[in-house]
């Protein structure tokens, strides 16, 4: 079984910055994919970037040029360096895997760490 498991998160006034990292139980270049994203009370989750094993980048249009994501594949983490920190930013950030075998998809999800953004 997979475990992602989040930390990184905290309050922080508007145009702050923080750094959350998502720990892989396995590596990390083993899933086709990974990423972050959020969801604010009453609303939908939503994507904010992805990396590819690859390494290509995908961002949400609100966070780009904001959002940097990155891993490090000696310690099986993925990171999301958020600057410029606006309070609608605040959210519930989860970090997900995918990894698609032939037709079959499935994604893996971490448990999340809350990112407060208020004066």
């Known amino acids: 079984q997979v475990q992602l498991v989040e930390s990184g998160g905290g309050l922080v006034q508007p145009g702050g910055s923080l750094r959350l990292s998502c720990a892989a139980s396995r590596s990390i270049f083993s899933f086709n994919a990974m990423g972050w994203y959020r969801q604010a009370p009453g609303k939908q989750r939503e994507l904010v970037a992805t990396i590819t094993s690859e390494g290509s980048t995908n961002y949400a249009a609100s966070v780009k040029g904001r959002f940097t994501i990155s891993r490090n594949g000696a310690e099986n983490t993925v990171y999301l360096q958020m600057n410029s920190l606006k309070p609608e930013d605040t959210a519930l950030y989860f970090c997900?895997?995918?990894?698609?075998?032939?037709?079959?998809?499935?994604?893996?999800w971490g448990q999340g760490t809350q990112v407060t953004v208020s004066s």
């Open positions: 997900k895997a995918q990894q698609i075998t032939g037709w079959h998809t499935r994604d893996y």
